[in-house]
């Protein structure tokens, strides 16, 4: 028999959410309904993994305290997360004020930041985490609007 979550329980489009936020939504809705007296959840983890759509030993791994991939590997990289935003808000800044910005120059100052040798690729990866930044090519003014 399915489990039937009580009205209170909001269900969102899971379709549209990506998978971190549908995970994150399945951990909240499992602390939400509580624990039963032998220490089981409620809501079933296979049975809210299935209802949010999500792999059932991802769920499971996270319930358990597991952290996620991104957060695992955060003592690894260069620049702390506070630097990064600190960097990704600077590049939206100089591209705001038409200052096109290339990797070398997002490569020093991400190495003046850091106070380590940061290498080229570096900042491909760094863009990758970083979908918000998207390299766009300038277009000159035209004579009749200068």
Same mark, same amino acid.
């Given at each position: 028999m @399915?489990? $039937?979550l009580? @009205?209170? $329980?909001?269900?969102?489009?899971?379709e549209s959410m990506p998978l971190e936020s549908r995970i994150?939504?399945?951990m909240e809705t499992i602390a939400a309904l509580g624990m039963k007296a032998n220490g089981h959840t409620v809501l079933?983890?296979?049975?809210?993994a299935r209802l949010y759509l999500v792999p059932n030993t991802t769920l499971r791994s996270r319930w358990n305290g597991q952290s996620?991939?991104?957060?695992s590997h955060e003592h690894q990289q260069k620049l702390l997360p506070g630097h990064e935003d600190a960097l990704v808000a600077w590049i939206t800044e100089m591209g705001r004020r038409g200052i096109p910005m290339q990797n070398?120059?997002?490569c020093s100052y991400a190495s003046t930041i850091s106070g380590c040798e940061i290498g080229e690729s570096w900042v491909r990866r760094f863009c990758a985490r970083h979908?918000?930044?998207k390299a766009k090519w300038t277009t000159s003014l035209e004579q009749c609007r200068a």
């Open positions: @399915p489990f $039937i009580p @009205p209170e $329980i909001e269900i969102l489009d899971l994150q939504y399945a079933p983890l296979r049975e809210a996620n991939r991104k957060k070398n120059a997002v979908p918000e930044l």
